[in-house]
């Protein structure tokens, strides 16, 4: 999540998809990664390496 402070239906619509789209793929996510929050999330890829802390948004 490079966008911390943003909500939900913000990331779905930088993203251009539904709020509900993102509200599933995130469940998903949380379930591969075995957590239950987003910062959760954010913490368990820096972990494993699927992200990189600092790394700047997508444009």
Do not use: C, F, W
């Not at 793929?25 to 990189?52: D, F, P």
Request: aromatic share 4%; no cysteine.
């Amino acid at each position: 999540m490079a966008y911390p402070d943003a909500t939900s239906q913000e990331l779905a619509s930088r993203l251009g998809i539904s709020a509900v789209t993102l509200r599933n793929l995130m469940s998903n996510a949380y379930l591969r990664l075995k957590v239950r929050s987003r910062t959760a999330a954010v913490a368990e890829a820096q972990r494993r390496g699927l992200i990189t802390p600092g790394e700047p948004p997508p444009p």
